[in-house]
């Protein structure tokens, strides 16, 4: 009975052993379909497999480098409240710059009525510094501003690059839901028809989002999120 359980033990681990080993890493796996699709001019499946698709001129191509699996929390939460803030201060500076703008106006206005040298003269001085002040004020606000755009669209990026992961064209409070975020970063070689080659980083992302109660509730798919070429 021992040898037959340690036969049977053996039978099992070798058996596992065999699985891992031919089992493919995600990243060859992924990057096989792929390329399977360019060689096909498959445009749907490169759209649906990689978030910016590479057009190339492709006969094969070989895995150089890949990193280990990087595992982070989810960062849209964090960049919609982000978002959220700097919109925040885009409005709640609408009423200095509009308190600035009426306050020149009314002196100009002034300036354009004054009879006398003297009174010109001081409230030539007094719109050169309301105007400074105007100015100032709305600097500050274009600046607000420019902050605001650049959150917002790195907010929607990480959304709909979440939703690519996920397979989904839409789910209401994705912003809210936390999880994890996988990463891959690789280092590829890709030879053209002539026997070229050209070398490109390339980012992987898997997507896990979580529910209130911590249990996985949405478990996103490998996807490719980039090929960059290597100078």
């Not at 064209?169 to 053209?192: E, M």
Request: one cysteine or more; a neutral charge.
């Amino acid at each position: 009975m021992k040898i037959k359980s340690l036969w049977l033990i053996g039978l099992i681990t070798v058996a596992i052993l065999i699985s891992a080993g031919c089992s493919s890493a995600p990243e060859k796996t992924l990057l096989d379909k792929y390329f399977h699709a360019v060689s096909m001019r498959d445009n749907q499946t490169m759209a649906a497999m990689a978030w910016k698709p590479l057009e190339i001129d492709y006969a094969s191509f070989t895995i150089l480098e890949v990193t280990p699996e990087k595992i982070d929390p989810v960062s849209l939460p964090a960049l919609n409240e982000k978002e959220a803030e700097a919109k925040k201060k885009v409005d709640d500076h609408i009423g200095p710059v509009v308190d600035a703008k009426d306050a020149l106006d009314a002196a100009k206005d002034e300036l354009d009525n004054a009879r006398t040298s003297a009174a010109r003269a001081a409230l030539k001085k007094k719109v050169e510094q309301l105007q400074a002040k105007y100015d100032e004020e709305y600097n500050v606000h274009k600046e607000l501003q420019r902050l605001y755009g650049e959150a917002k669209d790195a907010a929607a990026k990480e959304e709909q690059i979440t939703l690519f992961s996920l397979g989904l064209k839409s789910l209401p409070g994705v912003r809210s839901l936390n999880g994890d975020v996988h990463t891959k970063q690789l280092v590829i070689s890709v030879k053209n028809k002539a026997g070229a080659e050209r070398k490109y980083k390339v980012e992987m992302r898997k997507y896990v989002l979580k529910d209130e109660t911590g249990k996985v509730a949405y478990n996103g798919q490998w996807k490719i999120i980039d090929f960059v070429p290597v100078s």
